[in-house]
């Protein structure tokens, strides 16, 4: 055999190798969900792209139906599988990931393994007072209370399927170091939709993309399926059981304004199937909803390209420098509080500054100078110059910033966390940032079992919810992390209950 021959060969045995194995390489955005003429599963160049269902393929009946699949989706998906029922997810984007893979901090959870090899001293009841508090004591008490006491055995369910999240630091409005991120410092969006991906490809999932869910099919007031478009034809899918994970609003500002009429003229950081699908189609079937006038306003948003910059970065130690070349605020308050704070500023915007120090510790800006968000410069002065702000200005406040760090004392705004990492290490970064709108905290009523309720209280069976679909969990203001712990924690539970639900 010629020697072309033999290396065509080996190619195409390494690719198969890859596929089988389910690849844990890092997906590409540009990931492919064209149909393959035979096979559920595309052999795919150099395995590091993500494939999908044929829809060809397509059952007409599952035990459990997913629609949607964020991290919410995937996470039931899973549990459904473990639990032993068959079960299917239908994405209508032409990829999966939804907001999930938007997201860059992490997952907040107490009690953990991790706080606990790093000191950390934390408990849960401190991780719901301080979350009861941030939501403005808004927050459905039954629902946070399984958030944070569930949070520590997500973390290692997340561990033991390879997502490890160890890498522990803080979140606004939190008093602990708490967000759970990847030790690689990479963005937790990417991470953890790759890695459940990489599972639901193990277990032989099916992910069907393109697939429009329309309507929630019921009779007698149960959830019996979906009704679902795919290459312009109407399918009817039956189930024992539906899991509505299709996401927030955050993306239809008609919805937005019809709410929040303050918020025309913002951008926003969702992705553009957030269009909220999921509780329109709920609410068909008698679904209550809760809180919908709760809508997030994130402060750190790049405005020209509607990119949100992580409050990781302020929780490594970035400060946030007004127009006069000036901190104006305690960066590491409430995102309501400094999304205020920056809009009460005469100029409305304000930039991150941090340094190489920082730089290093945090792959996510790879991401932000790949888009070319970020000003850098060798030193604080002429750092400021490229800004347009003051140097005299900048360079005092640096100063007195990293004395604050030694001291582990802010005398001018109280800042207390975030402070393991001055700002003297050059070249140094900053990035023009204002609010934009981020999340939606109102949704359908579900209860601990993720049961989607009617305003009666009562459960429409076979119907369960999870993730940004859903409301109360967050009360009027959503802590950065706990949208990862909220899409973890409760789509576990949906797919659990879901295929209880579908064995009865």
Known sequence: MKKKHWLVLLASLFAIFLVACGSTKTAKETEKSSTPPSSSEEVVSGASEKTYTNPKEMKKSYDVVVVGSGGAGMAAAISAQEAGATVAIFEKMPVIGGNTTKSSGGMNASETKYQKAQGIDDTNDLFYEETLKGGKGTNDPELLRYLVDNSSEAIDWL????ITLSDVSFSGGFSKARIHRPADGSAVGGYLVNGLYNNLMEKKVPIFVNADVTEITEKDGAATGIKVTVDGKEKTIKAKAVIDTAGGFG??????????PELKGYVTTNHEGATGDGIAMAQKLGAATVQMDKIQIHPTVYQEKSFLVSEA????????????????YNEMETRDNVSAAINALPEQYAYVVFDQQLREHSKSIDTYEEKGMVVKADTIEELAK????????MKSTID????????KNDTEFGRTTGMDRDISKGPFYSIKIAPGIHHTMGGLKINTNTEVLKEDGSAIPGLFAAGEVTG???GSNRIGGNA???????????????????KK
Do not use: C
Request: charged content about 20%.
């Open 472 to 474: 109360g969990v967050h």
């Open 386 to 393: 490229e800004m347009g702000v003051s140097p005299e200005n």
């Open 251 to 260: 993306a239809n500002m008609d919805m937005i304004t019809s709410y929040k």
């Open 400 to 407: 007195a910033w990293n004395g604050y760090v030694a001291a």
């Open 313 to 328: 970065i302020r929780g490594e130690g970035a400060v946030l420098i007004n127009a006069e070349g000036k901190r104006f």
């Open 484 to 502: 990862v712990a909220d899409i973890i924690i409760f789509g576990r539970q949906a797919g659990t209950k879901a295929a209880e639900f579908a």
């Open 159 to 162: 561990d033991s399927i390879g």
